[in-house]
Protein backbone atom coordinates (compact mmCIF):
# COMPACT_ATOMS: atom_id res chain seq x y z
CA UNK A 1 0.00 0.00 0.00
CA UNK A 2 1.15 3.16 -0.99
CA UNK A 3 0.77 6.66 1.50
CA UNK A 4 1.06 9.80 0.19
CA UNK A 5 2.10 12.77 2.29
CA UNK A 6 1.77 16.39 0.98
CA UNK A 7 4.32 18.60 1.14
CA UNK A 8 2.80 21.82 0.25
CA UNK A 9 1.53 24.51 1.46
CA UNK A 10 -1.95 25.72 1.52
CA UNK A 11 -2.65 28.24 -1.42
CA UNK A 12 -5.36 31.37 -1.88
CA UNK A 13 -5.22 35.07 -1.08
CA UNK A 14 -3.42 35.43 2.11
CA UNK A 15 -0.62 33.34 0.67
CA UNK A 16 2.55 35.57 0.73
CA UNK A 17 4.69 36.47 -2.24
CA UNK A 18 8.29 36.64 -2.66
CA UNK A 19 9.35 40.09 -1.81
CA UNK A 20 8.04 42.63 -4.15
CA UNK A 21 5.61 40.86 -6.05
CA UNK A 22 2.24 41.34 -5.80
CA UNK A 23 -0.39 39.40 -3.29
CA UNK A 24 -2.53 36.72 -5.25
CA UNK A 25 -5.98 38.45 -6.32
CA UNK A 26 -9.05 35.44 -7.04
CA UNK A 27 -12.37 37.05 -8.26
CA UNK A 28 -15.43 35.34 -8.85
CA UNK A 29 -16.83 35.67 -12.13
CA UNK A 30 -19.13 33.19 -12.08
CA UNK A 31 -22.22 32.45 -9.37
CA UNK A 32 -24.61 29.54 -9.13
CA UNK A 33 -27.55 32.59 -8.34
CA UNK A 34 -26.82 34.38 -11.66
CA UNK A 35 -24.52 31.69 -13.91
CA UNK A 36 -26.02 28.34 -11.99
CA UNK A 37 -22.19 27.52 -11.78
CA UNK A 38 -19.17 28.87 -9.78
CA UNK A 39 -16.13 30.59 -11.46
CA UNK A 40 -13.08 32.39 -10.46
CA UNK A 41 -9.95 34.15 -12.23
CA UNK A 42 -6.74 34.04 -10.49
CA UNK A 43 -4.03 36.88 -10.99
CA UNK A 44 -0.53 35.52 -9.68
CA UNK A 45 2.60 35.30 -9.90
CA UNK A 46 4.05 32.26 -9.74
CA UNK A 47 6.70 32.43 -6.61
CA UNK A 48 4.19 32.41 -4.59
CA UNK A 49 3.65 29.75 -2.22
CA UNK A 50 5.46 26.28 -3.27
CA UNK A 51 6.66 26.78 -6.88
CA UNK A 52 9.42 25.60 -8.61
CA UNK A 53 11.81 27.88 -10.59
CA UNK A 54 12.40 26.40 -13.81
CA UNK A 55 16.41 27.20 -15.33
CA UNK A 56 15.65 30.53 -17.21
CA UNK A 57 14.55 32.15 -14.17
CA UNK A 58 18.19 33.05 -13.65
CA UNK A 59 20.00 31.51 -17.17
CA UNK A 60 19.17 33.66 -20.14
CA UNK A 61 17.96 30.88 -23.19
CA UNK A 62 17.51 28.10 -20.48
CA UNK A 63 14.64 25.84 -20.42
CA UNK A 64 11.03 26.86 -19.52
CA UNK A 65 8.80 24.78 -17.10
CA UNK A 66 7.19 23.13 -19.68
CA UNK A 67 10.96 21.88 -20.83
CA UNK A 68 11.48 19.75 -17.66
CA UNK A 69 10.53 16.28 -18.18
CA UNK A 70 8.50 14.03 -16.15
CA UNK A 71 10.81 11.74 -15.28
CA UNK A 72 12.92 14.70 -14.20
CA UNK A 73 10.14 15.36 -11.19
CA UNK A 74 9.83 12.27 -9.99
CA UNK A 75 12.20 9.63 -8.40
CA UNK A 76 14.19 8.86 -5.32
CA UNK A 77 14.44 11.28 -2.52
CA UNK A 78 15.81 11.80 0.73
CA UNK A 79 14.45 14.44 2.99
CA UNK A 80 17.28 15.52 5.74
CA UNK A 81 16.18 17.24 8.67
CA UNK A 82 18.87 19.95 9.78
CA UNK A 83 16.74 22.14 11.66
CA UNK A 84 18.66 21.21 14.43
CA UNK A 85 21.89 22.78 13.10
CA UNK A 86 21.22 26.03 11.27
CA UNK A 87 19.00 28.86 12.38
CA UNK A 88 18.33 32.36 11.60
CA UNK A 89 21.18 33.80 9.36
CA UNK A 90 22.79 31.05 9.67
CA UNK A 91 25.06 29.69 6.44
CA UNK A 92 23.48 26.30 4.93
CA UNK A 93 26.71 23.82 4.00
CA UNK A 94 26.81 20.39 2.52
CA UNK A 95 27.80 18.87 5.69
CA UNK A 96 25.11 20.23 7.87
CA UNK A 97 23.24 17.77 5.19
CA UNK A 98 25.78 15.02 5.05
CA UNK A 99 26.62 14.28 8.16
CA UNK A 100 22.81 13.55 8.77
CA UNK A 101 21.76 11.09 6.21
CA UNK A 102 23.53 9.30 3.44
CA UNK A 103 22.76 11.25 -0.04
CA UNK A 104 23.06 9.37 -3.00
CA UNK A 105 24.39 11.34 -6.93
CA UNK A 106 21.06 11.85 -8.74
CA UNK A 107 18.92 11.95 -5.96
CA UNK A 108 15.72 14.21 -5.32
CA UNK A 109 17.15 16.19 -1.76
CA UNK A 110 14.81 17.99 0.25
CA UNK A 111 16.46 19.53 3.08
CA UNK A 112 14.39 21.06 5.98
CA UNK A 113 15.53 23.88 8.26
CA UNK A 114 12.10 24.09 10.46
CA UNK A 115 11.79 27.71 8.58
CA UNK A 116 8.80 26.84 7.36
CA UNK A 117 6.66 27.50 11.16
CA UNK A 118 7.12 31.05 10.10
CA UNK A 119 5.29 30.79 7.21
CA UNK A 120 1.83 31.95 6.80
CA UNK A 121 0.62 28.34 7.24
CA UNK A 122 3.05 27.75 9.92
CA UNK A 123 2.73 27.29 13.76
CA UNK A 124 4.34 30.73 14.35
CA UNK A 125 3.32 32.29 11.40
CA UNK A 126 5.74 35.89 11.22
CA UNK A 127 6.56 37.13 7.72
CA UNK A 128 9.30 39.24 8.32
CA UNK A 129 11.65 36.28 10.18
CA UNK A 130 10.24 33.96 7.32
CA UNK A 131 11.18 36.53 4.31
CA UNK A 132 14.12 38.22 6.04
CA UNK A 133 15.73 35.90 8.67
CA UNK A 134 16.12 32.48 7.33
CA UNK A 135 19.53 30.29 6.93
CA UNK A 136 20.54 29.53 3.30
CA UNK A 137 23.23 28.49 1.08
CA UNK A 138 26.33 29.90 -0.69
CA UNK A 139 29.02 29.17 -3.00
CA UNK A 140 29.90 26.41 -1.13
CA UNK A 141 26.21 24.82 -1.39
CA UNK A 142 25.82 25.52 -4.78
CA UNK A 143 28.65 24.18 -6.06
CA UNK A 144 27.89 20.65 -4.20
CA UNK A 145 24.41 20.62 -5.78
CA UNK A 146 25.82 20.00 -8.94
CA UNK A 147 28.94 17.83 -8.44
CA UNK A 148 25.84 15.83 -6.93
CA UNK A 149 23.57 15.90 -10.04
CA UNK A 150 20.57 16.37 -7.58
CA UNK A 151 17.10 15.60 -10.19
CA UNK A 152 16.16 18.80 -8.11
CA UNK A 153 16.26 20.40 -4.53
CA UNK A 154 13.57 21.82 -2.66
CA UNK A 155 13.86 23.83 1.10
CA UNK A 156 11.21 24.90 3.66
CA UNK A 157 12.75 28.59 3.02
CA UNK A 158 11.76 31.37 0.60
CA UNK A 159 14.92 31.06 -1.39
CA UNK A 160 17.70 28.83 -1.03
CA UNK A 161 20.25 31.56 -1.22
CA UNK A 162 21.46 32.99 2.30
CA UNK A 163 20.20 36.13 2.87
CA UNK A 164 23.42 38.29 2.08
CA UNK A 165 23.00 36.90 -1.41
CA UNK A 166 19.25 37.37 -2.03
CA UNK A 167 19.01 40.54 -4.05
CA UNK A 168 16.14 42.10 -1.95
CA UNK A 169 17.42 41.66 0.98
CA UNK A 170 21.21 42.57 0.01
CA UNK A 171 20.62 45.75 -2.06
CA UNK A 172 17.05 46.52 -1.08
CA UNK A 173 17.06 46.26 2.98
CA UNK A 174 20.31 48.35 3.97
CA UNK A 175 19.03 48.60 7.71
CA UNK A 176 18.85 44.72 7.77
CA UNK A 177 22.70 44.07 6.41
CA UNK A 178 24.12 46.76 9.22
CA UNK A 179 22.03 44.26 11.49
CA UNK A 180 24.00 41.30 10.28
CA UNK A 181 26.92 43.31 10.45
CA UNK A 182 26.50 44.14 13.84
CA UNK A 183 25.60 40.97 14.93
CA UNK A 184 28.06 38.92 13.60
CA UNK A 185 31.49 41.17 12.66
CA UNK A 186 31.00 39.72 9.09
CA UNK A 187 32.96 41.70 6.36
CA UNK A 188 29.51 41.21 4.41
CA UNK A 189 31.64 42.61 1.00
CA UNK A 190 34.31 39.71 1.71
CA UNK A 191 32.42 36.77 2.59
CA UNK A 192 29.37 37.64 0.56
CA UNK A 193 30.49 38.87 -2.82
CA UNK A 194 27.86 41.05 -4.71
CA UNK A 195 29.01 38.87 -8.05
CA UNK A 196 27.71 35.83 -5.91
CA UNK A 197 24.15 37.05 -5.69
CA UNK A 198 21.65 34.18 -6.35
CA UNK A 199 24.65 31.91 -7.03
CA UNK A 200 22.27 28.51 -4.93
CA UNK A 201 19.48 29.17 -8.34
CA UNK A 202 22.38 30.69 -10.93
CA UNK A 203 25.11 27.52 -10.47
CA UNK A 204 22.48 24.84 -10.50
CA UNK A 205 20.27 25.96 -12.91
CA UNK A 206 23.06 26.47 -15.42
CA UNK A 207 22.99 22.42 -14.84
CA UNK A 208 19.66 22.00 -15.72
CA UNK A 209 19.13 21.29 -11.58
CA UNK A 210 15.82 23.53 -10.44
CA UNK A 211 14.49 23.51 -7.15
CA UNK A 212 11.05 24.16 -4.94
CA UNK A 213 11.07 26.65 -2.69
CA UNK A 214 8.14 26.67 0.19
CA UNK A 215 8.45 22.67 0.87
CA UNK A 216 5.89 22.43 3.56
CA UNK A 217 2.65 21.13 4.53
CA UNK A 218 3.41 17.70 6.25
CA UNK A 219 6.65 17.56 5.35
CA UNK A 220 7.37 16.53 9.47
CA UNK A 221 6.31 13.22 8.70
CA UNK A 222 9.08 12.21 6.41
CA UNK A 223 12.10 13.76 8.31
CA UNK A 224 14.88 11.74 7.77
CA UNK A 225 14.06 9.15 5.35
CA UNK A 226 14.30 7.62 1.97
CA UNK A 227 10.91 7.72 -0.22
CA UNK A 228 10.07 8.22 -4.00
CA UNK A 229 9.18 12.22 -4.18
CA UNK A 230 7.18 14.03 -7.06
CA UNK A 231 6.84 17.57 -7.75
CA UNK A 232 3.56 18.74 -10.25
CA UNK A 233 3.81 22.03 -11.41
CA UNK A 234 2.25 23.57 -14.81
CA UNK A 235 3.25 22.59 -18.01
CA UNK A 236 3.87 26.24 -18.49
CA UNK A 237 5.35 27.09 -21.95
CA UNK A 238 7.60 30.42 -21.70
CA UNK A 239 7.34 30.19 -17.43
CA UNK A 240 10.24 30.72 -15.79
CA UNK A 241 8.43 29.16 -12.70
CA UNK A 242 5.18 27.47 -11.32
CA UNK A 243 3.13 26.88 -8.58
CA UNK A 244 3.49 23.38 -7.35
CA UNK A 245 2.26 20.22 -5.75
CA UNK A 246 4.89 18.24 -4.10
CA UNK A 247 4.03 14.61 -2.94
CA UNK A 248 5.71 11.97 -1.23
CA UNK A 249 5.12 8.37 -1.89
CA UNK A 250 5.21 6.31 1.25
CA UNK A 251 5.49 2.34 0.38
CA UNK A 252 3.61 0.76 3.69
Known amino acids: MTRLIDLTHPWGTSTPPFVGLDTPRVTVTHRFGTHRTFMTKI??????????????HFVEGAGDMASLPLERLYGDAVVVDISDSVGEWDVITPKHITEKMEVRPGDILIY??????????????????????????????????????????????????????NYPFRVGRPDLVAEYRARTGIDVDRAYPLADLAVTHKLPFQAGIVHVE?????IRQV??????????????????????RVVAFLDE
Open 223 to 244: LNRRCKIGAFPWRFVGGEASIC
Open 112 to 165: YTGWGRHYAYGEAPDEVKYMYYQPGGTRELAEWIVKMRFKWTGFDCITSDHPML
Open 43 to 56: ETAMHVGTHMDAPC
Open 214 to 218: NIGGD
